[in-house]
């Protein structure tokens, strides 16, 4: 079955340390995307990306970076740059027309050790 | 600028009817979405507006006023697995960005 996957379920950061989420989806959409969901708040878009080889800053890209060399992959990195990087992290994709719904994966909970 | 309300918390009984309503301000319109997240899961599509008037869809319907900047979806015959945060979502422009309100706790009680 077509889907994304987002893994690890559970990640740990320490202090200082960079950390890759991983996006992957067999639905062979164009547009992916990242968003960052904190308890209490809406989703906050972080990047995305509406064709391989080409992103976008979201609202709140500060202390992430993201690359998309294949169509089916679209990793976040959190830097240690992002000081409160603790969230709910999810992963989007859609055809790329505005009138279809996005896709979610199933998110990765970041935790500081 | 651009911005979505929505009541953050709401309470009903099961097998009941509950409205849950979104109001937005965007320069532009190009339909609004609803989507159903149940905790620590991913948010799932529920409905998507366009047009004026009510969409229905099984035991859920959406309506959509653009003029007034309003929708709202409905639940009937409410069940506990209803409990979940329901969350408005407008596409930006044609890139399909989304701009969600922060989302409605639902409560469904015995």
């Known amino acids: 079955d077509g889907g994304i996957t987002q893994s690890p379920k559970y990640l740990f950061r320490k202090e200082g340390q960079n950390v890759t989420l991983s996006c992957e989806q067999n639905?062979?959409?164009?547009?992916m995307y990242w968003y960052r969901q904190d308890p209490g708040q809406g989703l906050r878009l972080i990047y995305y990306?509406?064709?391989?080889?080409?992103?976008q800053k979201g609202d709140i890209a500060e202390g992430y970076s993201v690359s998309r060399e294949k169509k089916e992959s679209f990793p976040l990195t959190v830097t240690s740059a992002q000081k409160n990087p603790t969230a709910f992290y999810l992963c989007?994709?859609?055809?790329?027309?505005?009138?279809?719904?996005?896709?979610f994966g199933d998110g990765t909970r970041l935790s500081i050790l | 600028g651009q911005n979505i309300d929505q009541p953050t918390e709401m309470t009903a009984t099961e097998g009941a009817i509950v409205q849950i309503n979104c109001t937005y301000q965007?320069?532009?319109?190009?339909?609004l979405f609803w989507y159903q997240q149940h905790a620590g899961e991913a948010p799932t599509f529920l409905s998507y507006?366009?047009?004026?008037g009510l969409e229905e869809k099984g035991r859920f319907s959406s309506f959509l006023s653009r003029s007034k900047g309003y929708s709202y979806l409905l639940l009937k015959e409410l069940q506990m697995k209803d409990s979940a945060s329901y969350l408005c979502?407008?596409?930006?422009?044609?890139?399909?960005?989304?701009?969600f309100g922060t989302g409605t706790l639902l409560a469904v009680q015995p």
């Open positions: 639905l062979n959409h164009d547009a």
């Open positions: 989007a994709s859609n055809p790329g027309q505005r009138n279809q719904p996005q896709h």
């Open positions: 507006n366009v047009l004026d």
């Open positions: 979502a407008v596409p930006l422009d044609a890139t399909n960005k989304l701009i």
């Open positions: 990306s509406q064709i391989v080889n080409d992103f």
């Open positions: 965007t320069s532009g319109f190009n339909g």
